[in-house]
């Protein structure tokens, strides 16, 4: 079979590195779309054999001009202004890069349809689910309570009226929460996970958090990648929900990982006064700033991915608790083995 070629927007993130991965394993030609960063940005995908672009999904010329040179086969868009609680400070940011961004891309396939057929995969969130009761599944109607989930919305329309309106292989993942050692260090499982190694090394005493009773529909990235992928090789373009089908709180998350490394938490007070201890030292391991509360909060994730289990064949192979301990042991500075590594 003729190798094929993807272009993947967002290639610095996570997800992004970890498709790179499953997509270099299947032979293919990878190339990545990565935004002008004056930090370094891609110690994820060091030493991957992917070609990178700068290109920005805020400007269409750029998108435009690499997809006519490099041709690739399917593209997938992870490029996205990620952070639900930042959405709420940057709202028109977070429309034109999550909003805009994919019709950019969307317009320059429509522009090339007649050259080549090019594979699209939009990264929707469960996050566009916002106050609709749990569980959520693509029959579920959507009910967003953050500039984010509004702006991964109207992307998800957007991807569906090319689909009808042009014929183009467009498909929507809608995925819950995934995580891995690679998840950035702003959202909180991973920001636990890297303060409990700073912890258990003596390096600070305590992690500060917001709304610990939030629950969570909690994958692995490596899973979520994967089924992103089975969604460009049907032959019909669709819109799938990727998920576990358990959901755990902040909380939850906290005791699990704590646990790892052998503490046990006790919680004493309530609200802003509320503290973990450890119960084994007494000492205090974990608070609450109410700078870390979000206006509007989702209370409860849980999908049902029975649509993607039925026709992608696709089904999560890690447990929460396998995901929770490998994130912890990649972020134990005591006894770091492979920091970097997503798993398998
Ligand atoms: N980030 C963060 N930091 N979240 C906290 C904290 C904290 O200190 N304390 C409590 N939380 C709670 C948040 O209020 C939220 O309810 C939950 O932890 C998860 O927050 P995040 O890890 O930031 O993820 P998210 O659910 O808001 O969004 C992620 O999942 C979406 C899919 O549902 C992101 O990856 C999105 O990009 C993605 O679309």
């Known amino acids: 079979m003729a190798q094929k070629t993807a272009l993947i927007t967002g290639i610095t993130g996570q997800d992004g590195a970890v498709l790179a991965q499953i997509l270099l394993e299947k032979n293919y030609h990878v190339h990545g779309m990565r935004p002008y960063s004056a930090v370094p940005d891609t110690a994820r995908v060091e030493g991957l054999d992917i070609t990178l672009h700068y290109g920005d999904v805020t400007d269409g010329g750029a998108i435009l001009r690499l997809l006519e040179t490099i041709k690739p086969d399917e593209i997938y868009n992870l490029a996205g202004m990620s952070h639900v609680h930042v959405s709420f400070d940057m709202p028109e940011l977070t429309a034109n890069v999550n909003g805009l961004g994919p019709i950019r891309i969307l317009e320059a396939m429509r522009l090339m349809h007649a050259q080549k057929e090019i594979r699209f995969y939009q990264a929707s969130s469960s996050e566009m689910f916002g106050r609709a009761p749990a569980p959520q599944s693509e029959q579920t109607p959507f009910e967003p309570c953050s500039p984010y989930g509004a702006s991964k919305l109207y992307a998800y329309w957007m991807v569906r009226q090319y689909r009808e309106a ?24 991973r920001k636990i996970t890297k303060a409990i190694g700073q912890i ?64 046990n938490i006790i919680w004493k007070g309530a609200g802003l006064n509320e503290l973990g201890i450890n119960k084994q030292t007494g ?62």
């Open 200 to 263: 258990e090394a003596g390096l600070r005493n305590r992690v500060s958090l917001g709304n610990l009773d939030a629950k969570r529909d909690w994958g692995h990235a490596h899973d979520y990648m994967h089924g992103a992928w089975a969604m460009l090789q049907q032959k019909t373009p669709d819109d799938y929900v990727l998920a576990t089908g358990q959901s755990y709180s902040v909380r939850d998350f906290l005791a699990k990982a704590f646990a790892v490394i052998g503490v």
């Open 166 to 189: 042009y014929g183009l292989h467009a498909s929507n993942g809608i995925l819950f929460n995934h995580e891995s050692a690679l998840r950035g260090e702003e959202f909180v499982t």
């Open 283 to 344: 000492q205090t391991i974990i608070d609450i700033d109410p700078a870390l509360f979000r206006p509007t909060e989702i209370h409860n994730l849980i999908g049902d991915a029975s649509k993607a289990k039925h026709l992608l064949n696709w089904t999560p192979r890690h447990s929460f608790d396998d995901l929770v301990t490998e994130m912890v042991q990649a972020d134990r500075i005591v006894q770091n083995a492979a920091p970097m590594k997503y798993g398998t």
